[in-house]
Every structure is written in structure tokens, then in C-alpha cells.
């Protein structure tokens, strides 16, 4: 899959990049979760391999996507989305974005992007996690503000050469002093950057004493300890 160029970590993507054609899960009929699938499937159907989720649900008042299930994303996958906000229904068990093959042993997703494409972040809200990612080589997830899930925000799992990057994460609900990131012990090469945080423990947790990191910042080591509260959203 080509990649799509990343020219700053703001989000912004190159002008060709942007032309390029994509399904927009506003195409489709269906609830927010059935809309976004369908996309999926077309772009692998159809080759584009890209998948657009605006900035606002046409069918929903506030503009939220409220999706009943985790999004799965598959190999040689760009999911872009375009400043949204993504929100897991209220009482749904479950994480907002997945690979594929996560839970499929002896099957790996490669090559796979979730970006946010604009200049304000999309936001992740809600559910078990945001990013739950296992079984997977070749990823990048960028430009996320995530708040407001159960356990640990993103976890990483037997992957290899993935990386996290340009991410604003508020302190979960029900576990405040979970790592916000956590990347399993069974993980390789795994790049982690420029990430921020209102976190009560740490921010990372890296079980694999392998990630390269770099940028990791707590917004509460820098107020004397003091529990920051979130802007609204």
C-alpha cells in the first residue's frame, strides 16, 4: 500500500494525498457502525484501500459517530479520519478501533494507518480502549485525542514495528492510575512519540524494554501533582 505522506504532526496530509480518491463512510445507509464496515469493505473491494470518516455523521444531531461495536481495521487499510468525533455507545462492552486479525492466532494484519487528517484532532471517547492492537506489523495511528475509556487507553500486543504518534490522552474512568499506554512484553521495534497526557500513573508501560520513545510528557508532573480536569470537549 502506498503510504500516505505525513508533513507535519499536526495531521496535515500532502495535496495529492488529499485528492486521492477514498469511500467515506457517509456513502453508506445503516447505523454509524454498519456505515463505517461498509466503507471498509468497498475500498478493499474496489482497491482504493482508503477510508474517509468525516468530520460530522450526517445522521446524527451533534455530529457524533456513535458506533455499537469496535471499528476493525484490516491490512493495507488508511482509515483517515477527518476531525471526528467517535464515540462508543453508552453500555457497549467493547473497544472503539481494532485490527483485524486481533484476535486470530496465526494471522497478522500489515501495513495499516489510522490518522487523524486535519488540523484538530479526531477524538476517540468512550468504551474499554480507544487503540487495541495484536497481531500486527507495518501500523501507524496518528493524531487521536482519546478520553473517558475503562481500562487502558491503547494497548499493543504481539506486534512488530508499529508506531504511535501526536496523541492527546485523558485519564480513564474506572482505573485512573493505569498506564495510558501499555505495549505488551511480545512486541518489536515499537516507536512511541510525541505524546501527551493527563495521567494520574504513568503514561507508558513498556513490558518489552524495547520502544524507542521519545516527547512523552504527564501534564500532572508538570502542576506539583495536582489532578488537571480536562477542557470540554
Known sequence: MKRILMVSIMGVVSTAAQAMVARSAAEF??????????????????????????ENDPLSEDGVWRIDRAITVPSDISLLLESCTIELKAGVEDDIIR???????GSVDKAFEVLGVKFKKSVLRG?????NVRNAEDFIISNLEIHNTRLNPIAVDKTKNGKL?????????????SPCILVHKDNDSAQIEFISAYAK????KDESNGAKTRGILNFNDRIDGEDVVMPPL
Not at 99 to 105: T, Y
Not at 165 to 172: A, D, E, Q, V, Y
Open 29 to 54: 445507509q445503516g447505523s454509524a457502525s454498519e456505515r463505517i464496515e461498509k466503507a471498509i469493505s468497498a475500498a478493499v473491494a474496489d482497491g482504493v484501500r482508503h477510508v474517509r470518516i468525516p
Open 165 to 177: 504518534s501526536n496523541m492527546l490522552i485523558g485519564t480513564c474512568d474506572s482505573n485512573a492510575l
Open 201 to 204: 500513573g504513568d503514561v507508558l
Open 99 to 105: 485490527n483485524a486479525s486481533f484476535d486470530k492466532a
Open 127 to 131: 468504551g474499554l480502549r480507544a487503540i
